[in-house]
């Protein structure tokens, strides 16, 4: 083989990883983390920072001593594991990375009266199926990146709140996800909305069950398709075991 032939074999093995369209939910995007702790970057929530940390959003808050309505800044350091102290137990301090934090853009994970919501409870969660079209790829706790189900379809169809609650995330700051949105129904669970074309609704905004929230974009093997998690206390669950049967 020549060493023009091998060079061009090289090159390509080495150009492999940063094909991939999406990326595994697990690649650790947005922000830096820096062993337990995480920098805040732009555009995070506490409600996506322990999404893309598989999480509970109440563990974090309180790791950190951060009340609701879970107000964090750029450039602010979060703790990802409970802190270790003398007496075993209490707050970490929040810190920030740089000399403070400018809050350019509040990465506040309920900006309006989240927490005074009226808390509902698991049996009153009436679920429903976020869009429309075959399941074509089954939850998996063995597979790696992401947990959930894929959803067939049409580019643009509706996606819709798989039960009520408010949007604690929509962006496009978790890897692997596209554009995302997260709703949070209450304490407990919270739903996932990725591969969308255009998200409807923006971070604070009160969602009802059923509602149109975005349109539905392609997934990794660039057909229609709709990513969709359900999180319990933080851990992935199946969503075929919580959605209604058709």
């Known amino acids: ?5 091998i060079a061009c074999l090289l090159l390509a093995v080495l150009l492999l990883p940063g094909c991939a369209e999406f990326p595994y939910a697990g690649a650790r995007a947005g922000g830096s983390f820096q062993g337990d702790d995480y920098v805040v970057a732009r555009g995070d929530t506490l409600y996506s920072i322990a999404w893309r940390s ?14 609701p309505p879970y107000t964090i800044y750029p450039g602010e350091r979060l703790r990802l594991a409970p802190p270790r102290s ?11 990375a740089h000399a ?22 698991d049996a009153a969660l009436h679920w429903r199926w976020p869009t429309s079209g075959r399941v074509m790829r089954r939850f998996s706790r063995q597979r790696m990146g992401k947990h959930g189900i894929d959803l067939g379809g049409e580019i643009g169809q509706p996606v819709r709140a798989a039960a009520g609650g408010r949007v604690v ?19 407990r669970y ?22 149109m929230i975005a349109r539905m974009g392609r997934g990794p093997d660039s057909k229609p398709a709709l990513h969709f998690e359900v999180r319990r206390d933080g851990k992935p669950v199946d969503p075929l075991k919580i959605l209604p049967e058709r």
């Open 54 to 67: 598989d999480l509970d959003f109440r563990d974090v808050a309180r790791w950190n001593d951060i009340d």
């Open 86 to 96: 003398s007496s075993g137990g209490g707050h970490a301090p929040r810190t920030t």
């Open 100 to 121: 403070s934090p400018t809050p350019a853009r509040q990465a506040t994970s309920a900006p309006s009266g989240e927490d005074q919501d009226r808390e509902v409870s």
């Open 190 to 211: 919270l739903t996932a909305y990725g591969y969308n074309e255009k998200l409807l609704v923006e971070e604070g905004a009160k969602v009802a069950p059923g509602q």
């Open 1 to 5: 083989m020549s060493p023009l032939r």
């Open 169 to 187: 995330y929509s962006g496009d700051g978790l890897r692997g996800y596209g554009n995302l949105i997260i709703v949070k129904h209450n304490s």
